[in-house]
């Protein structure tokens, strides 16, 4: 990482004990010159106890409020300390910290203010479970039609963010199932969008919160969240 950018790592972290210690040994040995922070969602395990173990920032929510409260609390910390890109990598694991340089490499050449990480740009690495996979590409084909921007994996959160968009999103991020519904936001704001390839790896513990419940549950959240984004003005 470059010393002249004040980069912070955002962990969201909801009873991730089993991966987030080893995430973190990761981040710390592949870059240099970044901050970490762990968003402990609410966890009922040892997700803080064992973060704070490990030398980082820790911030304990009172209970567990979802992904897109527990990123907003991240981007305000970034926001509020002055960093110039954010990064997020989640705790179960499954982001690839050898990626980091990378991914924030469009944002230091100005070519971009937001780097998502995609699984499918390249056929490589774990890409998760069939029915996931459409439920993806659905998504990205829903970011096209009301976007304009090629996507081809929206739900990744494995993702950088430049100066600007940290002040953005300190103040307006969506509160349920963020990723795909942020890039709506993104586009209507005029922000300026890159993927760039990278290998994820399968979760190193724990169980993934999506059952077939809630995953039909977030297909249709995630769709109407998405329209009704584009239909509001400003």
Not at 191 to 200: H, L, Q
């Amino acid at each position: 990482m470059e010393a002249s950018q004040k980069t912070l790592i955002i962990i969201p972290a909801y009873n991730e004990e089993m991966s987030v210690g080893k995430v973190i040994e990761e981040i710390k040995h592949h870059v240099a010159q970044v901050d970490i922070l762990v968003v402990n969602d609410g966890s009922t395990d040892a997700t803080g106890d064992i973060s704070r173990e490990k030398g980082v920032w820790v911030l304990d929510h009172p209970y567990n409020m979802g992904i897109g409260a527990t990123m907003q609390t991240g981007f305000l910390f970034a926001f509020q300390n002055d960093y110039d890109l954010a990064i997020q990598v989640d705790g179960d694991g499954q982001h690839d910290s050898r990626y980091l340089e990378k991914l924030i490499s469009p944002l230091i050449k100005k070519d971009a203010n937001v780097v998502i990480g995609s699984r499918y740009l390249e056929e490589k690495g774990f890409k998760s479970s069939f029915l996931r996979r459409v439920g993806i590409r659905f998504f990205s084909i829903l970011c096209f039609i009301l976007s304009g921007e090629r996507v081809t994996d929206p739900t990744s959160g494995f993702r950088a963010f430049d100066k600007k968009v940290i002040d953005f999103f300190s103040r307006e991020y969506p509160s349920d199932y963020p990723e795909a519904e942020s890039i709506i936001l993104l586009h209507k704001k005029g922000f300026a969008f890159r993927e760039i390839p990278v290998m994820m790896k399968e979760r190193q513990g724990g169980v993934s919160s999506i059952n077939l419940f809630k995953s039909v549950y977030y297909m249709v959240k995630v769709t109407l969240s998405m329209l009704i984004g584009r239909l509001k003005k400003g």
